[in-house]
């Protein structure tokens, strides 16, 4: 049984901060593999790239980081159930439970002050226990779970402030993104206006 670290979100686009935070939980935690899981449409109906482009942008920022590093269509999979409305995370961690593995669940501290929101969050904490991992600018919050943070901290890095940076044609992206990400970005004229 593979102990597997769920890392979900948008990843639109990816950045180094993510990269990060899956370098910090391969080598610290005790976990067999990391697997980033584009969501596969935003549980707020935000605009997302197109979802072969989020995946094809993970799959280059996870090869930087090693075979343990994956990248998992689950969401694509869990969306193409019958009768799909929208996916839980639950529904991830129980996706990874069939398929025989031992989830764990990779979350900024940022996200607990949130957890009573979540479906199902006592089911999520008991099934896949939390990886926190600290973010600046967002102090610690409890969220009902006994995980503390990790000791480190990673950079606050935003999406939203990368995808503004790219649709200004901003060289500050440069800094933010993974090269091989940035390149795909240019290639596939993502985010700009």
């Not at 990060?20 to 391969?26: C, K």
């Not at 590093?69 to 996706?95: I, K, M, N, Y």
């Not at 240019?186 to 700009?192: E, I």
Request: aromatic fraction near 6%; charged fraction near 20%; glycine fraction near 8%.
């Amino acid at each position: 049984m593979a102990r597997v670290a769920l890392f979900g979100g948008s990843f639109n686009p990816p950045h180094v901060a993510h990269q990060l935070v899956a370098l910090y939980v391969l080598e610290i935690q005790p976990v067999d593999e990391l697997w980033f899981v584009p969501t596969y449409a935003h549980p707020f109906g935000k605009a997302l790239a197109d979802y072969e482009h989020r995946i094809a942008m993970c799959e280059l920022a996870a090869a930087a980081l090693g075979p343990r590093a994956q990248v998992s269509r689950a969401e694509a999979e869990l969306a193409a159930r019958p009768g799909f409305v929208t996916s839980h995370t639950l529904d991830l961690v129980d996706h990874a439970i069939a398929a025989g593995h031992a989830p764990r669940l990779v979350i900024g501290a940022d996200i607990l002050r949130d957890a009573a929101k979540w479906h199902r969050w006592d089911d999520v904490v008991a099934r896949a226990p939390p990886i926190v991992v600290g973010r600046a600018g967002h102090p610690p919050s409890e969220g009902g779970i006994s995980a503390a943070p990790a000791p480190v901290t990673m950079p606050e890095i935003s999406a939203t402030h990368v995808r503004d940076l790219l649709a200004r044609g901003d060289s500050g992206a440069a800094g933010l993104v993974p090269r091989d990400v940035l390149r795909y970005i240019a290639q596939h004229h993502l985010y700009q206006p």
